[in-house]
């Protein structure tokens, strides 16, 4: 079996397991993940936190040092101090300066070396007090661009001196307030130690002026400060940036989400273990126990197996006290009785259409049968011996039709319908001279579709007696055969006779027999051909009346299209 019972209780069982097992663990997986979470963004700011704080002494004490050097009134005076008495003056001015310089350097572990630019642009460099390179450097974008922003102090780029060696620096400028700037080079180093130390907690880390130029990149992209950036990274992880209080700097830092999933792959894999030990012990518990349970389920549902392949001889082994031995009983029983009740079956259905058929037929004949032959009567009278000729031969052919019915079905042709309905209408213009006129519409190529027997001439009956018959001038009738889709054929009856109200209209099919003659015989119901053409081609198909009083009526069938080599 694909899918037995056991297999369906079994899966159930398994099912409800794993899904309350998976529930809880994944509530406790996402209360782990939520504290988790929250505890890794609070330690990561909290990093960053102490990160900033220590930029911000570092700055606070570089721009405190700064004010006390360029309040020492020696430089102060050296900054704006222009002439000397003489050259000996000057030099000893220089040497003062230098010395100072040198004292104030060596206070400090982060300072490279110091300059003073005087108000008429001349520099004395510490290591070199009277050294023409740095006045080219002063001159190079790392000066000029902090210089020109007009602020008193701040910070430039990071540039490189060339002293003693190579040394990577940030120079830190501010006014003297007698005029002059002062210039303390600060190794680089400094600075990114205290960055650097980001690496311990963050995948990635940048330390950034306020326009976006970066002063130190670990993995940062560019962009970073970027919406869309932002975005990205916040995607994939979570994205910390602190601002510096004392100037425009600040540390951006990324921590992937990898990283932090990491830290809980150990609680995942115990979680799926248990998960997969709890299943092994539920298979291994219920597998012998749904087995009993679901045998004799499995035997009864071989056994209806074999009866669906026309197998009746079939006994059913298993012993049982419970529900089940009821339906083994009802089983057993029900294989005793099937054969012969679908052969009843088989003759009931086959008597109850061939009656309703002849029924309905039945309900054709006897009035049309005695209009026919009180026309005979008449034109027997009248000695009219052509026309009764004509007429006895429509006649005949009308009855040959009618009398095949164990031959061709309950179906016909529409070349053969027309055929019948040719001879119906000669009739007719005998008992209403000049009176209709009947015009075909055929479309092509319908000559074999099939159609209920019958169905047609009936309408075509009612169009002349409730049509056209008590008109002044001459009625026309016209029938309408056309394809409607690719499956389905409609065939409209129409005339241009009284027509009916619309209540008359509504009540056709309510009320059984529909049309009736004050005087006359019953004449065939329209309801009755409704039900037939519904009872042979299905309750999608029927017959349909639209009439307007003065204009006329049209009874429209839809019926399947059905060629005659399909039966």
Known sequence: MNRSIKNKILGSVVLIVIVSLTLSSLLAYWRFFFILENQTIHDNDIYLQQTVNQM????????????????????????NKLSYESVYDELLAYSDVNRQLLKFNVLRNYLDSMAIVRSDGKVFWSPFSLDSYYDDELKKPWYQEAIQTGEKSGFTVPHVLQNLKKTKVISFYILFPTGGVLLLNINYEAFEQVVGSLHLSFDKYAWMRKDGTMLLNN???????????????????????ETLSAVPWSIMTYTSREQFYHKIESVIFYGIAFLVLCLVFCLLMFVPIISTITKPISQMSKAMKQVSMGNYNIHLSFHSKDELAVLKNGFELMLQNIQLQMKEKAEQEAWKRR???ELLFAQINPHFIYNTLNTVVYLSRKQKH??????????????????????????????REKELIDHYVRIQ??????????RWDIEDGLDSICIPKSCLQ???????????????????????????????????????????????VASIFQNAPSFRRQGK???????????????????????????????????IMVLPLTNEEML
Do not use: W
Request: glycine content about 10%.
């Open 219 to 241: 993995g940062m992209p560019t962009d970073s400060q970027e919406p869309e950036a932002l975005k990205l990274l916040n995607k994939h992880g979570f994205v910390f940036k």
């Open 521 to 555: 015989f019953k004449q065939v119901g329209l309801r009755n051909i409704q039900e037939r053409i519904r009872y042979l081609c299905g309750d999608q198909y029927g017959l349909e009346m639209v009439s307007e009083e003065g204009k006329g009526t049209a009874a």
């Open 386 to 415: 052509q026309e009764i000729e004509e007429m006895v031969e429509s006649f005949i052919g009308i009855l040959q039709d009618a009398v095949q019915i164990e031959e061709t079905g309950v179906l016909t042709t529409l070349s």
């Open 458 to 504: 009936p309408l075509v009956e009612n169009a002349i007696f409730h049509g056209v018959a008590g008109m002044d001038e001459v009625g026309i009738i016209t029938v309408q055969m056309k394809r409607c889709g690719e499956d389905r054929l409609k065939i409209s009856v129409q005339d241009n006779g009284q027509g009916m109200s619309a209540d008359r």
């Open 56 to 79: 911000n002494q570092l700055v606070d004490d570089i721009e405190k040092y700064a004010g006390n050097i360029v309040n020492d009134e020696l430089l102060q005076t050296f900054s």
């Open 355 to 357: 009656v309703s058929a």
């Open 429 to 438: 213009r005998y008992r209403y001279a000049d009176r209709f006129d009947l």
